[in-house]
């Protein structure tokens, strides 16, 4: 049996050094469960940081990939499927808008799409883009300019210009920056990357009016808490933006594929335009196997009626984890599946080694914070599970520190 030291070693000796070595090497997953290479199990909250939205080895997902890659598995964007035209018809019905849609494989690859867009339509007069401190875009040289994380820019600068920074949630901020220079406002309903923070009430739908009124597009990245994570298909849904009031462009990536590499750049209404024939294009965008896993993902959460587990468990994970509020834990934010334990004292990679020694993976997006997006499948007994397990956990913290 290859064993986690053998593994690590290899790693170190062949793998780019852009992540620390990874805790651990698992080797199978199913359901809401993972296994390392040593059998370990442990429940995972993580799920692929918000992309595992079915779990792992669902049987909807792969009975469709099966199915598909026997069939057809990859044309290129030089022809046309099925899949991929019935998954960019399905989005557009879940977004009720009219649109276009462009199939690529990351949430960078949307971001880029959408900096395409706004650039394009902006022409040289209008080339201000505007984006919230702490929010998370992707890596990729231009999603990165958007992102508002200095420590993750400052080794790639000098990045695109024109590029304006605010605190999120602040409407007076948000209203100083626009003008009629700005192209684009580009915003997560729910910061992700940074920290699992929430904007307010009425921020979103005050971003929607503003940019209106300069004639700038609004941008909204629902790579993390679309297609379920917040309990309805989109959160920007549930601040109001919906019929006139919808975004111009969403983006997409993660649980859309359930597992599987895809992302998408949704654009709507007259944004839906913007990009013609050579402007922009993606070899693997579109691929028919990842579209039907995306297929399957989108029909299970239908039929399964994931949004309200959604909503319903993750409403019984954050009662779970305010019950044990004491001492350094000191609450839970966020919606859905998507929460964020919070500590008044930077203790959040300690709780996150002391939950994987306990058999649960979750993960420390910032000092103070530990993330938790588990699949939408999680259950009841298993959010419980994890809740009454966390003053042993805060036990193991107390005592390595």
Not at 27 to 35: Q, S
Request: hydrophobic share 45%.
């Amino acid at each position: 049996m290859t064993t986690y030291d053998e593994l690590t070693k290899r790693w170190d000796a062949v793998m780019l050094a852009t992540y620390a070595t990874p805790p651990l090497a698992l080797k199978r997953g199913e359901g809401c469960r993972v296994w390392d290479v040593e059998d370990n199990c442990y429940l995972d909250l993580i799920a692929g940081i918000a992309v595992c939205a079915l779990g792992h080895a669902h049987p909807a997902i792969c009975d469709a990939v099966s199915r598909q890659l026997a069939t057809l598995g990859h044309v290129s964007n030089l022809y046309l499927t099925a899949p991929a035209v019935t998954l960019a018809e399905r989005l557009l019905g879940l977004l009720d808008v009219d649109g276009r849609v462009f199939f690529c494989n990351s949430g960078a690859e949307a971001a880029e799409a959408a900096l395409k867009v706004a650039r394009k339509r902006g022409g040289s007069k209008r080339t201000g883009i505007v984006a919230a401190e702490g929010g998370f875009h992707g890596r990729t040289i231009g999603a990165l300019s958007v992102t508002g994380q200095p420590a993750k820019r400052a080794p790639f600068e000098p990045l695109l210009a024109d590029v304006t920074f605010v605190p999120p949630g602040d409407i007076a901020a948000l209203t100083a920056a626009v003008s009629d220079e700005t192209a684009a406002v580009f915003l997560e309903p729910m910061l992700g990357e940074g920290g699992v923070v929430p904007l307010p009430d009425g921020y979103l739908f005050a971003a929607r009016e503003i940019t209106r009124r300069y004639g700038a597009l609004l941008v909204l990245d629902e790579v993390q808490t679309g297609l379920g994570r917040t309990g309805s298909w989109f959160a920007h849904q549930t601040a109001g933006l919906l019929g006139a009031n919808a975004p111009d462009v969403v983006t997409l990536a993660k649980g859309l594929g359930g597992g599987l590499p895809i992302g998408a750049c949704i654009a709507i209404g007259s944004a839906a335009e913007v990009l013609t024939k050579g402007d922009h294009g993606s070899t693997f965008g579109g691929n028919p196997v990842v579209c039907a896993a995306a297929l399957a993902v989108l029909d299970t959460i239908e039929s399964e009626r994931l949004l309200e587990n959604a909503r319903v468990i993750g409403d019984r994970l954050a009662a779970g984890v305010f019950a044990h509020v004491d001492g350094p834990l000191t609450g839970v934010r966020g919606a859905g599946l998507l929460r964020a334990l919070t500590f008044d004292t930077p203790l959040a990679a300690a709780f996150e080694v002391a939950a994987r020694s306990r058999g649960f993976l979750v993960n420390a997006v910032a000092p103070d914070a530990v993330r938790l997006a588990p699949p939408l499948i999680l259950s009841a007994r298993e959010a419980d599970e994890f809740a009454d397990s966390i003053p042993r956990i805060l036990a193991t913290v107390q005592e390595a520190i």
